[in-house]
C-alpha cells in the first residue's frame, strides 16, 4: 500500500478543528486548523520546558 502523507500523530492536549485535515505531527498544547492542520494558538497552562515545537 503506498501512502501519500506521513502517518498523523496528535500529542495530548490538543484540540482539533472541524474539517481540519492532519497530515504530520501535532505537538502537545495547541489548537490547529487548516487544510493542512497549523498551530493557530497554544493552550493555557502549557509548559514551555516541555513543548517539543520546532524553533524555525
Do not use: F, N, Q, W
Request: glycine share 8%.
Amino acid at each position: 500500500m503506498r501512502r501519500s502523507c506521513p502517518a498523523p500523530h496528535i500529542e495530548h492536549d490538543v484540540v482539533v478543528a472541524a474539517g481540519a485535515v492532519v497530515t504530520g505531527r501535532l505537538l502537545a498544547h495547541g489548537v490547529y486548523a487548516g487544510v493542512p492542520a497549523k498551530r493557530i494558538r497554544d493552550l493555557a497552562g502549557a509548559d514551555p520546558a516541555t513543548d517539543r515545537r520546532p524553533t524555525a
